[in-house]
């Protein structure tokens, strides 16, 4: 698995533990979402088109 996978994966489980657990904290909970999603892409990229 590639780092950025792992870190992408940590930062969703972070955000739905904190969708559910803390949902006062708002719009650092959904910065941590597209973050994860950023990385998830980034990753997706290198592993099926070759770049970056």
Do not use: C, H, S
Not at 22 to 50: K, S, T
């Amino acid at each position: 698995m590639d780092i950025l996978l792992i870190i992408g994966i940590i930062l969703l489980v972070l955000w739905l533990l904190g969708l559910f657990a803390l949902p006062a904290l708002g719009g650092l909970i959904y910065i941590a979402l597209v973050i994860a999603v950023i990385l998830i892409i980034i990753w997706l990229l290198r592993r099926v088109f070759r770049l970056f």
